[in-house]
């Protein structure tokens, strides 16, 4: 049976202030030694400097506050080069973000959760196949035909995209069938089948 809903207290990751390092790599902040700040929507502003270890920042409405240091960390990739990780400085764990909460620290430490997860799992299985889809150069419709091989994509990249894509449509094609199936059989049951036995889910 799929669930209708799904309720938690957590706050999410997506309403709150984030450091991405990836993002910090893209605007060339590990280039050289280099500085700058960051602001967001609600008006809060850190300054930041970017060591070839460390991410040393201050916020900015507070001077007097001591400089937090978080370590940089690298692991290997597969075709060559390295990839930048935050050290968590609670944890310790490697992420690609740090959350600017009660502390500043990972998702996990944070207590923090995707906007997705709130999702029941069909309307998540949904979300799914068309993020795939999208990432294939297709659409968010369901309806449309599979999406073509986007030109300048590579081949093995193409394929191991294609298979995922294919499992997330099988994932959804089966939680539509059996809710569906449940749908049905609480009609032929009454009116109120379907609200009586949700009503005793736990959520």
């Known amino acids: 049976m799929v669930a209708l809903t799904r309720r938690t207290s957590r706050d999410l990751c997506e309403h709150t202030n984030q450091i991405d390092i990836r993002r910090l790599q893209r605007q060339g902040c590990f280039d050289d030694l280099n500085s700058g700040c960051i602001k967001w ?12 270890s460390e991410l040393i920042f201050q916020p900015f409405m507070n001077p007097h506050e001591p400089l937090q240091v978080i370590q940089i960390v690298t692991t290997p990739q597969r075709l060559g080069g390295k990839r930048r990780w935050f050290q968590c400085p609670n944890c310790r764990r490697r992420c690609a973000k740090l959350y600017l909460g009660s502390a ?67 994932r959804f094609l089966s939680l539509a069938q059996s809710f569906t199936r449940d749908l049905r059989a609480s009609i032929e049951r009454g009116p109120n089948a379907l609200g009586r036995r949700h009503s005793g889910r736990r959520t």
């Open 41 to 52: 929507a609600d008006g809060t502003l850190i300054s930041f400097l970017v060591t070839g």
């Open 104 to 170: 500043i620290a990972c998702r996990l430490c944070c207590n923090l959760t995707y906007e997705c997860q709130r999702e029941n799992p069909f309307h998540r299985a949904i979300s799914k196949v068309q993020k795939a889809r999208m990432r294939l150069g297709g659409s968010a419709d369901l309806t449309a035909p599979f999406p073509s091989r986007p030109k300048g994509m590579h081949l093995d990249t193409w394929e191991r995209r294609r298979v995922k894509t294919a499992s997330h449509e099988s």
